[in-house]
């Protein structure tokens, strides 16, 4: 089992830049791929980013590419969003998410691939 915790979210300008950290239990993060999700009020949750074990892969939703970069830090067991550009359309929870299977090289965005979920955590961004 693993358990997620994300943080760093909070009210920003547009234009301005948060990094989301998602903080990991366990000994097994290195292995897991691991995803971004948000879902903005009155909408169903969306794929934000994803970054396979290594690093080496990451995908992103096309309305960040460019502004988003998700990363992580096996020793650390954690993973980031680094936000920047934000946009009032970025306003939603996001969430953290690991995939179970190991040594994954596809940094996957289907939410169906994702097993273990964190609570969340809010990004407002005001125009």
């Known amino acids: 089992q693993v358990q997620l915790v994300e943080s760093g979210g909070g009210l920003v300008q547009a234009g301005g830049s948060l990094r989301l950290s998602c903080a990991a239990s366990g000994r097994t993060f290195s292995t897991y791929t691991m995803g971004w999700f948000r879902q903005a009020p009155g909408k169903e949750r969306e794929s934000v980013a994803a970054?396979?074990?290594?690093?080496?892969?990451?995908n992103y939703t096309d309305s960040v590419k460019g502004r988003f970069t998700i990363s992580r830090d096996n020793a650390k067991n954690t993973a980031y969003l680094q936000m920047n550009s934000l946009k009032p359309e970025d306003t939603a929870v996001y969430y953290c998410?690991?995939?179970?299977?190991?040594?994954?090289?596809?940094?996957?965005?289907?939410?169906?691939?994702?097993?273990?979920w964190g609570q969340g955590t809010q990004v407002t961004v005001s125009s």
């Open positions: 998410a690991a995939r179970r299977i190991a040594y994954s090289n596809r940094a996957r965005l289907e939410q169906v691939d994702y097993d273990y």
């Open positions: 970054i396979n074990w290594s690093g080496g892969s990451t």
